[in-house]
């Protein structure tokens, strides 16, 4: 049986979405900037698609700005905002558990001349808001942060964050990274007092290379890419039309029946965790309740190195990941893993299932019992 638990890192694209794709690829394959017939279909995928999107966050289709995922979304919203409010100060805030796509741009921007603070967390990977408060200056003129972290799924109290943002620093701009979260957790900007939101589309079954970006009516924000002037001026270049339409119809298929699928999630995810329970050497890392993301599960194999594991399940036809996939090829010890004050041996033994609504709990039944058969064996030859 194969078992692709490896969700968080991308998703298997909805068989509607390539079909969608396809078409345009060979049929609908005008450039939306031509004012011929042809252009004239392809700026209408643009269209409809920003309107499924912008039904979805209850937003107006002129806030939705087309990127090619995350990392681009990412950029334009920290680089664009920053650039954009210089006037106000050289003060930006994040959290110490953020993607790369966050986390390296905060780098650059301190290389630069900018103020950066890094709000610890909690163990269960959730800031403090007295923190965010005191961490909040007249000069601050971006607040970035995930909404549901990468590896352990935790959330972050975003609403009650931008809220705090808007009152005690009216000219800071609120940017969310809500990859992990679009789709699968509850996400109306207007009322979360969010100005940038940043989502991917191959986390949703979307094909990879789309994705957009949220920006709410009248806040400032300046391209990173100059050309031709698509996208409102936001972000130039011939937009993927295949990859927009795609996208629209991975979106349509995840909202049409939201809280369906969240449930078939959570329950997959307690599932694997409650039959994993008995295991001595495991400890569960993400919270199981209705505030946790439904999706991610992390888990710690005290003894046993994760890629040691996540081979030895790939033996075996199941695909977990060892933290984030994006920067697994490079092994490093997790931010975020540190940042929960996970103890030393595990930092090192934790491996991350994340599901999606094609899983199965058949699915799930197997991968347990393939844990409880191979983690004793690989325990023989622990080396911490």
Not at 274 to 281: C, K, Q, T, V, W
Request: proline share 4%.
């Amino acid at each position: 049986m194969e078992c692709y638990f490896d969700n968080s890192a991308t998703t298997r694209c909805s068989e509607k979405a390539a079909d969608k794709m396809r078409q345009v690829l060979l049929t609908d394959y005008g450039n939306p900037s031509s004012l011929h017939g042809k252009g004239m279909t392809a700026e209408n995928y643009l269209k409809e698609t920003r309107e499924i999107i912008a039904k979805t966050l209850k937003c107006e289709p002129k806030e939705i700005i087309f990127t090619s995922g995350g990392s681009e979304g990412n950029n334009l919203a920290i680089f664009g905002s920053v650039r954009a409010n210089r006037r106000v100060g050289k003060h930006i805030i994040t959290t110490a558990v953020e993607h790369a796509a966050v986390y390296m741009p905060f780098k650059e921007l301190e290389k630069e001349g900018y103020d950066v603070t890094f709000l610890p967390t909690d163990e269960r990977g959730v800031i403090s808001l007295d923190d965010l408060e005191n961490a909040l200056r007249d000069d601050t003129v971006l607040v970035a942060m995930m909404h549901v972290n990468n590896e352990i799924g935790s959330v972050m109290p975003v609403a009650r964050a931008g809220e705090l943002i808007h009152k005690k620093c009216p000219n800071a701009v609120f940017f969310v990274d809500a990859i992990q979260s679009y789709g699968k957790v509850p996400l109306i900007p207007k009322k979360m007092n969010i100005d940038l939101l940043s989502v991917s589309g191959h986390k949703i079954h979307g094909p990879k290379g789309s994705g957009f970006l949220y920006k709410k009516d009248k806040v400032k924000l300046d391209p990173i890419i100059f050309g031709g002037g698509q996208e409102q001026g936001y972000r130039s270049g011939t937009e993927n039309v295949p990859a927009i339409a795609g996208l629209g119809v991975a979106v349509a298929e995840m909202f049409s029946d939201f809280e369906g699928h969240r449930a078939h999630l959570f329950e997959l995810k307690r599932g694997l965790a409650e039959r994993l329970s008995d295991i001595d050497a495991i400890s569960i890392n993400s919270g199981l309740d209705d505030n946790s993301a439904p999706q991610i599960l992390s888990v710690s194999v005290d003894g046993v190195r994760a890629e040691v594991l996540l081979h030895a399940l790939e033996d075996r036809g199941i695909y977990v990941s060892a933290g984030s996939a994006c920067s697994s090829n490079r092994p490093a010890i997790s931010r975020t893993l540190k940042s929960i004050h996970l103890k030393d041996s595990l930092l090192e033994s934790t491996v991350r299932f994340s599901f999606s609504i094609y899983n199965t709990m058949e699915q799930v039944e197997y991968a347990s019992d393939v844990m409880h058969e191979l983690i004793p064996v690989l325990l023989k030859y622990r080396r911490f």
